[in-house]
């Protein structure tokens, strides 16, 4: 088949090649201002989409066209469930029927929508955006779904590692709404009314502040003109410029320890360290997630000697794990798992922590972890989906993935130690114990 | 070497030491896998078996601690290596498991397949110790590491649950045992008993070795004829087969308490066929309609229409011939519940299943058969599993069938069902 001529009105589409991993992903911001991706893997048979917003559970005060919201806990959580309830039914089940599975995530600062199929991609994906795009806020499914979440959340106070993890976002801070979880709490979600679900969508629903990511075996200027018409035929423009805000989060912890009975089988030890100076997205906040990740996988990662050590005390085991990650307005290191001894691991914790604050990290450990770094790079697009979730997560960190190896390759072993001691501090620092009841 | 034979993608060798090597060589990953699956009897020392993989990771003779592994595998780009070992019916099954980047996409001469077999082997057969057993340092503290993933299985309330149902729908049976073992038979490892029990898997366990990627089957097949060979081998034990048909009387009802906010419903039905069944895939058709999928009986009705779950779904397992529902429900709503859930089970029985019903399944099992070819590794287990009871199929085959089911095959194997028994985890009084 000839190839058919770019539609005019969706171009330029910007092509992206890595010659490293030999892949190639192409990006359009289209007329109704959604930015979309495409990842064409030829020979696939999965094909997977997902939209996401910039918008979750941490945005609940905002400005938008003149007015100032404040909405309830957990909003963005709820809206991601009834935007599945459309006057067919559930969305859920659509897509079940039509060969294909979706599911939605929301998070502190992002919510996605997606789903995966084999056939029918674009019927799928018109669901897809009609999913998004065209909401259906009825008062008794409002009410119904409340049951249902109510459920969501007691299924997850139920989990230990979610009540030691909740404990510990509380202690990290003071006041910024990261301290709240993700779903709300079982009260706060009753007052959710269907006009304040409505102004939500309304603000953090705008084609402008989405993305779309696909892969799979595709055509991509088929999927940035299916996705400009479907948009278009809603009616949907860009919108009026958004303002959050968020308190100021001082740069101690709320509380420096934190301790929880539960019945549990043996204590569960966390400890994190809050940022106190969040870069701003880009190059910079991706650096110093590099830089932070790198300096945590030289201390404590399972090539260590100091993991090494605590293993064989029994002070630690493979529930173990380290790291860090920011956002623009909060960000943390967070370790920990089960442990017998939660004073001496957190002891033997922070002696280590000392020792490579102060000496740096080794040559050849350095080169060992960045070639480690580069073969997860090397598979991390050998699978359908995690091309898609990828080019998605670097585009709210406005990064190309494809520069992530030469990006990691810089780093140094200064760049590395600055960033470190700048980060693990003793004010910014807290525990949460999980001890058995 | 020359194949002993071909199934669908995969070339099949007989090595010298009597194990089976399936080589699927495909160019559209840069990731090579490597898996050998070690088996025996669930019912024949579990705990022994369950801790072995996590001793022999501790170290091998070559690098014997765990920061010489990491550091070796660091090297190799980032190969990720592990062993555990799992339940598959009644089988207990050492999985030991390396991927790695294909050499291919690496700078020079790279030989990473290579090496990441010959880590493989290493892991399996040539454990750190002074060359009379295993070290006993390290088989303490994994017997002290399983005891507590023992004891912490109850964190995971579902899975608690899950588990807490087929101990007492199996009581007597093999397939009662967790695959981690027990705290009992933990209690009697040591040093000698666990090198005595290693030392009998590699001489009569039957052995299988699957590699998939960007390889060449024949340089493949020469390499791991080389790389596996054992001091003594053979003869390969002969695994006794898993108990499907046991009787069941009257449905048994199990209650216990924790602390809990929300319910955890699980029942277990025995359905009596297997992967070797011609109604196999009737059967996974009928759970399909049932719970496996989002458009099921059981989330469209339990969850959706009732609100009375989050979470409502069933699973087969289809080795030992089970299915199982679960359900994380509301603490007050336990009899609502299973009200609901036989009910829906009784409708599909009298016949009422339909059309929309039918194809919807159609289409997601015509999917999920499909999507197989997308992951080497997904083709890997699903050949292992389905040849341990005998009812390998190509995905051609597998569509064909899904093809054919009909409405009064779903209804015929519901009616084969039988429900053993009925657990609920609820809260403290």
């Not at chain 1, 959604?34 to 005060?61: C, E, H, W």
Request: aromatic share 8%; charged share 25%.
């Amino acid at each position: 088949m000839p190839p058919r001529p770019y539609n005019a009105r969706v171009l330029p589409v910007i092509d992206r090649h890595s010659p490293l991993i030999d892949e190639t992903y192409h990006v359009a911001k289209l007329p109704c201002g959604l930015t979309a991706y495409v990842f064409p893997k030829k020979g696939m048979q999965r094909k997977t989409a997902v939209y996401g917003t910039l918008y979750g559970s941490i945005d609940n005060d905002f400005r938008h066209a003149g007015a100032s919201y404040s909405m309830p806990h957990g909003i963005a959580h709820f809206l991601e469930h009834q935007l599945f309830k459309k006057k067919t039914g559930d969305l859920l089940v659509e897509f079940s029927k039509k060969g294909a599975s979706s599911n939605a995530g929301t998070e502190y600062s992002t919510t996605v929508y997606y789903f995966s199929c084999i056939d029918n991609f674009a019927d799928n994906l018109t669901t897809l955006t009609g999913l998004v795009f065209a909401p259906v806020f009825r008062p008794d499914w409002v009410a119904k779904e409340k049951l249902i979440i109510e459920q969501e959340l007691r299924m997850y106070r139920d989990m230990p590692d979610f009540r030691i993890y909740q404990n510990l976002q509380e202690s990290l801070y003071s006041r910024h709404p990261a301290r709240v979880d993700i779903g709300g709490t079982v009260e706060s979600i009753q007052a959710i009314t269907p006009a304040q679900l409505q102004q939500c969508w309304r603000t953090f629903y705008s084609p402008s502040n989405m993305v779309l990511a696909v892969a799979g075996d595709l055509d991509p200027r088929a999927v940035f003109e299916q996705v400009q018409a479907g948009v278009e035929a809603l009616g949907l423009g860009r919108d009026g410029r958004i303002t959050r805000s968020y308190p100021r989060e001082p740069r101690e912890v709320g509380e420096a320890r934190r301790s929880e009975a539960m019945q549990v089988a043996r204590p569960k030890f966390m400890m994190a360290w809050k940022e106190t100076d969040p870069p701003a997205r880009g190059r910079q906040e991706v650096e110093r997630e590099v830089a932070i990740n790198l300096a945590l996988d030289a201390l404590i990662g399972r090539g260590t000697r100091l993991y090494e050590r605590l293993y064989g005390k029994g002070l630690l085991d493979e529930s173990f794990s380290a790291s860090y990650s920011s956002t623009p307005t909060f960000g943390s290191t967070i370790c920990g798992g089960e442990t017998d001894d939660p004073e001496g691991l957190e002891k033997s914790l922070l002696a280590g922590l000392e020792k490579f604050l102060k000496d740096g990290i080794r040559r050849r450990d350095l080169d060992r972890i960045k070639r480690k770094y580069l073969g997860a790079f090397l598979r991390g697009f050998d699978q359908v989906d995690p091309c898609a979730f990828s080019l998605l997560r670097f585009h709210f960190k406005k990064f190309d993935v494809f520069e992530l190896p030469k990006l990691v390759s810089h780093v140094s072993g200064t760049a590395i130690l600055k960033a470190a001691r700048a980060h693990f501090g003793h004010r910014n620092r807290t525990v949460s114990l999980l001890v058995p009841k | 070497m020359t194949p002993a034979g071909q199934w669908a993608d995969f070339h099949i060798y007989d090595l010298g030491s009597q194990i089976k090597l399936f080589v699927h060589p495909t160019g559209r990953f840069k990731n090579v896998l490597l898996r050998l699956f070690v088996r025996s009897h669930l019912g024949d020392s579990p705990s022994e078996t369950a801790v072995l993989p996590h001793v022999l990771m501790r170290g091998t003779r070559k690098r014997p601690t765990m920061g010489k592994i990491a550091e070796h595998l660091d090297g190799m780009y980032g190969a990720r290596a592990d062993a555990d070992a799992a339940k598959i019916g009644e089988n207990h099954v050492l999985s030991f498991r390396v991927d790695c980047v294909a050499d291919r996409h690496l700078p020079g001469r790279s030989g990473n397949v290579k090496r990441a077999m010959e880590f493989l082997a290493e892991m399996a057969v040539d454990p750190a110790g002074n060359g009379k057993g295993l070290r006993a340092d390290y088989v303490e503290q994994e017997v002290r590491n399983q005891r507590r993933a023992l004891e912490d299985l109850m964190d995971d309330r579902s899975e608690w649950a899950a588990q807490r149902c087929v101990e007492a729908m199996c009581k007597g049976e093999a397939y009662a045992t967790h695959e981690m073992g027990t705290l009992e038979g933990l209690s009697k490892v040591t040093a000698s008993s666990l090198t005595a029990r290693h030392r009998r898997l590699l001489e009569t366990a039957p052995m299988e070795l699957y590699v998939a990627g960007r390889v060449e089957a024949e340089e493949i097949a020469k390499q791991a004829d080389r790389i596996f060979r054992f001091r003594k081998r053979g003869p390969v034990a002969e695994v006794p087969a898993t108990v499907v048909d046991v009787p069941v009387g009257e449905p048994r009802r199990v209650v216990e308490q924790m602390d809990v906010e929300q319910g955890k419903l699980v029942m277990g039905f025995r359905t009596s066929v297997t992967y070797r069944d011609p109604e196999s895939t009737a059967l996974s058709f009928f759970n399909g309609v049932f719970g496996g999928y989002a458009h099921s009986r059981l989330f469209v009705n339990v969850r959706e229409r009732e609100g009375l779950a989050y979470s409502a779904g069933s699973s087969l397992e289809k080795t030992k011939g089970l299915l199982m529902v679960h359900a994380g429900i509301d603490l007050k709503k336990f009899d609502k519940c299973l009200e609901v859930i036989l009910a829906e089970l009784e409708s599909i029985r009298a016949g009422k299943v339909s059309d929309a019903e039918m194809e919807a399944t159609r289409r997601a099992m015509t999917e999920r058969t499909r999507a197989v070819l997308d992951s080497p590794a997904r083709g890997i287990a699903g050949l292992y599993e389905r040849r341990l009871s005998g009812g390998v199929k190509t995905v051609e085959e597998a569509l064909k069938e899904v093809a054919a089911v009909k409405r009064e095959h779903v209804v015929e194997v519901a009616r084969k069902l039988k429900l053993d028994t009925v657990y609920f985890l609820t809260a403290k009084v």
